[in-house]
Structures are given as C-alpha cells and as structure tokens.
Nanobody, 128 residues
C-alpha cells in the first residue's frame, strides 16, 4: 500500500513557475514508477510526466516538454514536478500516482490504468 500527498499548487501568473511535491508513505516507494497527471474542468485526466523507479528514465507529454521536469528523491520518498513558463492552459488539478515498474529501472508507464495509487490532487491556476 502506498499513500500519496501532493502539495505546492497555487495561483501563479503566466510565465511563472511552481514546484509540486508528492510525498509518499510506505517502504516500497523506490520500487514504483511515478507519474503526474492533470485534469482540467470538463476534461478527462491526462498524462503529464512520468519517471521510472530508479529515476533514470523520464517521459513527458508534448504539451509540457521543455517546460516541466519530473524528478524523485527515493531517500525522501518524494517525487517532484518543476513547472516553468506556465501557461493558462496548464490550469488544472494535478495528481501524482504510483505505478508498477515490473522490476525495471527504466520502465515508464503512460496509461492511467498502469497506475495503482493516486493522491488527492493539488490545484494549479495560471492567470493570463
């Protein structure tokens, strides 16, 4: 069982930055791949970024590539999402999730269905 708690959301002007954190509980954190997803009002939840269990591999949605950076600190059992050059269209509730790594240091799950545990979400609002 893994419990996830996001923090760091808030209101920021377009062009600004925020860093989201996701603190996990449980001793098996380092065995999970981690992902960030977001859901805007009236839209489906969408993939943002993911990182493998070891942190060696990452993957980003095209809409955030070059602006967002995912990282993890297994010693602190925390995953981060650094968001720069924010745009109004980045406004959404952001969720972190833990997914199976299948024993791989490089596997990065993309589909929502590959994630087993979810946080409660943190609101990010970008004003234009």
């Amino acid at each position: 069982q893994v419990q996830l708690v996001e923090s760091g959301g808030g209101l920021v002007q377009a062009g600004g930055s925020l860093r989201l954190s996701c603190a996990a509980s449980g001793r098996t954190f380092s065995s999970y791949a981690m992902g960030w997803f977001r859901q805007a009002p009236g839209k489906e939840r969408e993939f943002v970024a993911a990182i493998s269990a070891s942190g060696e591999s990452t993957y980003y949605a095209d809409s955030v590539k070059g602006r967002f950076t995912i990282s993890r600190d297994n010693a602190k059992i925390t995953v981060y999402l650094q968001m720069n050059s924010l745009k109004a269209e980045d406004t959404a509730v952001y969720y972190c999730a833990a997914g199976k790594s299948y024993g791989s240091d490089h596997y990065v799950p993309l589909p929502l269905s590959h994630y087993d545990y979810w946080g409660q979400g943190t609101q990010v609002t970008v004003s234009s």
